[in-house]
């Protein structure tokens, strides 16, 4: 088997994550995938309730904070912070091999 694709393939639509992933369903085989996406279908729910006590809304502010970093971050700010990432993640994170294919990349 050769080299993963530059980019991989899932349920036939390109993903945006890994320039090394490889296909999870190839674009042709649109009746295996319908079959495959029919037999994964199960739904089940558990029959336990849970309720878990929380904070009164007058104890607790749940509005965002308009200092957040995140509120003003610009487009060009969240394009380096990517670049950024993307950088740290092909030259100095340790990835075992077998998992490289997973490393998620900012395209």
Do not use: W
């Amino acid at each position: 088997m050769g080299p993963p694709p530059a980019v991989g393939l899932h349920y036939g639509l390109p993903l945006h994550g890994s320039p090394r992933l490889k296909p999870a369903v190839a674009a042709s085989s649109t009746s295996s995938l319908n079959t495959m996406t029919n037999l994964n279908r199960k739904l089940q729910f558990c029959p336990t309730i849970q309720v878990h006590e929380t904070f009164a809304a007058s104890e607790y502010d749940r509005r965002c904070d308009a200092n957040a970093t995140c509120q003003k971050m610009t487009p060009v700010m969240a394009m380096k912070i990517k670049q950024e990432l993307n950088e740290y993640k092909l030259t100095d994170m340790e990835v075992h091999v077998e998992s490289r294919q997973y490393t998620h990349f900012f395209l």
